[in-house]
C-alpha cells in the first residue's frame, strides 16, 4: 500500500521523507540504523535489535527502522558516510546518536531508555526534558551526543572510604575540593558493590590484600564524587609547595586501616592538594579521566544528569484553594512534569503564616490573610523537576491577583483568584536556599531502621537500594551484620515470644543482612508503606508495586523489615549503630 511503512522481518524500511516523518509518530524508543543506499544496513547489528526485541518483549514501546540517508532530506548530514550510525528517537525526538557498530553501547543505550519508559510508564519516574541532537555529522558533536565513549573535559572521580563517611569527613573533604577551584559535577553516597570496587582499583587487583580490601570498601556507606577543574582558573596552590613528607606519608597506607598499602600512587594536583590537606588517607582519587566509562559505573547517566539540573521547591496552596480546588491544582502540576516528593496538610500558626506572607505586610488585607492562612489547613508540596524554581513561578504567576491579571492572565494565580483575598492563593519558593531552608521546616527529617534480609540476591539487593532512593529516603547509616539470636533479639525484641520467632531466627542465621538507618521526612510510615504489607501475597493484592509484593517469596522470606513505630526505630537504632547516627540526619 502505497505510503505504508515496509515492515522487512524486524526494521522498518525508511526511503522516504514522508516515511520519515511517519515514524516519528512512534510511540516510545525507535532505534533507527541511518545507512547509505551503496552499501545497506548494518547487518552486524541485525542480531543484537533480533536478540534485544525478544528479550524486552516491549513490541509496543521498541521499534526499529533503517532509513537510507540519500533519500531522507533530514538525513542529509549523513550522505557518503561509510561508518553506520544509529539514531534513537524517543516519542519522535532524536535524543541520542551513536556512530559506528558498537554493539555493548547500543545495547547499553536502548536497555537504559527501554528501562526509563517502563519506569515512566508505572508512574515512578517522570519523563525527561530530553534535549533533541543536532543531526551533523561531526566528530566533535559526536563525542558530546552520544553519551558515550568520550568527554570533552577531564573529570576526575573521588571515593570517601566506609571509613571517613563514619567519621564524618565528607563535608570537610567536600568544602576543601570546592575551595580549590573544583566543580562538584555529581555526588552520591552508596553503598558500592564488589564490582564497582574492583573495577575502580583494578590496577591494584594483584595485591595480596585486594580481597580484604574490597570487603571493607563494601561493608559500609561511601561517597563518590565525580569533579571537574573551574574553567580558565589556576588552582590556588602553586606546584612549589610540593611537600616531601607529605608525599612520603602517601605513597603508604597506614597498616592495618582495612586499606591495601599504597593503593594509589598517582602524584597530581589534586592528589598531592589532598595531601597538603592531610585528607589523602580519607580518600582514593582518579584524575583526569576522559573515558566515560569509570564515570557510568557510577553514575549510568552522568551526561544527562549533568545537562538536566533537577531542582527541588516548596509550594503550597493556601487553605481556599486546598479546600475548594485541590484536584485540579495536583492534575496540573502533574501535567506541567513536576513530581511531588512529599506533600502533607499543615494549618499554620499565626507566626508561620506571618514569615510566609512577608511580602504583603504592608497591604491594607495582611490581616485578612493571615486570618485566613490560620483558619485551616493549607498543603504544602515538595516539588522535583528540571528548572523547577522558575517553571512553578512562571506557572503559578505574580504574587497579587492585579499583577497576574495585567501580565500573565493565563497563570495559575488569575485562574484560582478568589474575589476576597487579592493575592496569589499558590506559594513558591524564591530561591533555592530558600526552598532548603523551607523544605527543612516544614519536612523536618526522621530516622527509621530498615533491614534487608539475607535471602535477597545482590542484584535484588542493589534494586531495592534504588528504589529507596527513588523514594526520596536518605541512607544515612548502612551495615552488614550476621543477625545471630543476641544480635536479632536487639532488632526483634518485639516478637521474641511469638511462636513463628524461631523461624525467623532460622532465615536471619542463613546469611548477613543489611542493616540500614534511612531518613526524611515521616521515614517510619513511608518506609511500611514502601515495604508492603507483611505477606508477599497479600502485598501483591493491595500493594503490587511494594518491595515485598515484587520480591517477597513467603511470609517469612518476605525480604525486608522496618520499624513499626519511631519508638521502636529508635530504640533499635541504637541498639544496632550506637553512637553512629547524626543528631542532624543533614550532618553529613
Ligand atoms: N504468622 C506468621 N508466620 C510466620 N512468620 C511471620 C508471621 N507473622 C510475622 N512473621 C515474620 O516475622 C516478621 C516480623 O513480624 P511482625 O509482626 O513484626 O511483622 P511486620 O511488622 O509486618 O514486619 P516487620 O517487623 O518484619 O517489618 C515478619 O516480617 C515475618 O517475616
Not at 510508564?121 to 558530546?144: F, I, K, N, T, W
Not at 594536583?269 to 583526569?288: A, K, P, T, W
Not at 516539588?383 to 512562571?394: A, D, F, G, S, V
Not at 515521616?522 to 509484593?549: F, H, K, Q, Y
Request: hydrophobic share 40%.
Amino acid at each position: 500500500m502505497a505510503g505504508k511503512k515496509r515492515e522487512i522481518q524486524l526494521q522498518a524500511v525508511i526511503d522516504n521523507q514522508s516515511l520519515w516523518d511517519e515514524m516519528l509518530q512512534n510511540k516510545g524508543l525507535t532505534v533507527i540504523d541511518v545507512y547509505q543506499a551503496w552499501c545497506g544496513p548494518c547487518k552486524a547489528m541485525q542480531t543484537l535489535f533480533r536478540k534485544l526485541k525478544n528479550e524486552l518483549n516491549e513490541d509496543e514501546i521498541l521499534h526499529f527502522a533503517v532509513a537510507e540517508a540519500d533519500s531522507i532530506v533530514t538525513l542529509q548530514p549523513f550522505r557518503d558516510k561509510c561508518e553506520p550510525v544509529f539514531l534513537f528517537s524517543v516519542n519522535g525526538k532524536i535524543i541520542a546518536k551513536i556512530k559506528g557498530a558498537n554493539a555493548p553501547l547500543v545495547n547499553q543505550k536502548i536497555i537504559t531508555l527501554i528501562n526509563e519508559e517502563r519506569k515512566i510508564a508505572a508512574g515512578e519516574m517522570v519523563r525527561p526534558q530530553y534535549h533533541e541532537v543536532a543531526l551533523v555529522d561531526s566528530d566533535s558533536e559526536d563525542a558530546g551526543e552520544t553519551c558515550s565513549e568520550s568527554v570533552d573535559e577531564p573529570y576526575s572521580i573521588v571515593i570517601i572510604n566506609p571509613d571517613a563517611v563514619i567519621a564524618r569527613k565528607v563535608l570537610e573533604i567536600k568544602d576543601k575540593i570546592i575551595d580549590a577551584q573544583f566543580v562538584i559535577e555529581a555526588e552520591d553516597k552508596r553503598l558500592l558493590t564488589k564490582e564497582q570496587v574492583r573495577y575502580f582499583y583494578s590496577q591494584t587487583a594483584n595485591e595480596p590484600d585486594f580481597e580484604d580490601f574490597v570487603s571493607f570498601m563494601t561493608s559500609g556507606l561511601s561517597y563518590i564524587l565525580v569533579i571537574s577543574q573551574k574553567k580558565e582558573q589556576q588552582p590556588p596552590w602553586g606546584e612549589s609547595e610540593a611537600n616531601s613528607e607529605m608525599e612520603a606519608r602517601e605513597t603508604g597506607r597506614p597498616a592495618g586501616d582495612g586499606q591495601v598499602a599504597g593503593m594509589k600512587h598517582k602524584q597530581d594536583s589534586l592528589h598531592e592538594y589532598m595531601g597538603r590537606q592531610h585528607l589523602s588517607q580519607f580518600c582514593d582519587i582518579e584524575e583526569n579521566i576522559t573515558n566515560t566509562k569509570l564515570i557510568d559505573i557510577f553514575f549510568p547517566d552522568f551526561k544527562r544528569m549533568k545537562s538536566i539540573k533537577l531542582e527541588k521547591i516548596l509550594a503550597l496552596l493556601r487553605p481556599y484553594l486546598f479546600y475548594e480546588k485541590k484536584e485540579d491544582v495536583l492534575n496540573i502540576i502533574q501535567e506541567e512534569g513536576f513530581k511531588i516528593m512529599m506533600q502533607r496538610q499543615i494549618v499554620f500558626s499565626e507566626e508561620e503564616a506571618q514569615t510566609l506572607c512577608k511580602e504583603y505586610e504592608n497591604k491594607d488585607y495582611f490581616e485578612n490573610l493571615i486570618e485566613n492562612m490560620t483558619s485551616g489547613p493549607s498543603l504544602a508540596l515538595v516539588l522535583l523537576r528540571e528548572n523547577c524554581l522558575t517553571h512553578w513561578k512562571q506557572l503559578i504567576g505574580p504574587s497579587t491577583v492585579e499583577e497576574a491579571r495585567e501580565h500573565l492572565p493565563e497563570s495559575l494565580c488569575t485562574r484560582f483568584a478568589m474575589e476576597s483575598l487579592p493575592i496569589n492563593q499558590l506559594y513558591g519558593s524564591d530561591s533555592l536556599e530558600a526552598a532548603e531552608r523551607e523544605i527543612q521546616y516544614f519536612f523536618p527529617p526522621q530516622h527509621t531502621v530498615a533491614l534487608i534480609k539475607p535471602h535477597v540476591s545482590p542484584e535484588q539487593r542493589e534494586d531495592i537500594l534504588t528504589l529507596i532512593k527513588e523514594d526520596g529516603f536518605d541512607i544515612t547509616q548502612v551495615k552488614e551484620v550476621l543477625l545471630t539470636e543476641d544480635k536479632a533479639d536487639k532488632v526483634y525484641f518485639k516478637i521474641k515470644g511469638k511462636a513463628f520467632y524461631k523461624d525467623v531466627l532460622e532465615i536471619l542465621s542463613e546469611g548477613p543482612s543489611l542493616v540500614m538507618i534511612l531518613t526524611k521526612w515521616n521515614a517510619v510510615l513511608d518506609w511500611r508503606r514502601l515495604m508492603g504489607p507483611t505477606d508477599p501475597e497479600e502485598a501483591r493484592l493491595l500493594s503490587p508495586d511494594s518491595i515485598r509484593a515484587r520480591y517477597g517469596r513467603s511470609i517469612l522470606r518476605n525480604v525486608v523489615h522496618g520499624a513499626s513505630n519511631t519508638q521502636e526505630a529508635m530504640e533499635t537504632i541504637n541498639n544496632m549503630f550506637e553512637g553512629l547516627l547524626p543528631e542532624n540526619p543533614d550532618e553529613d
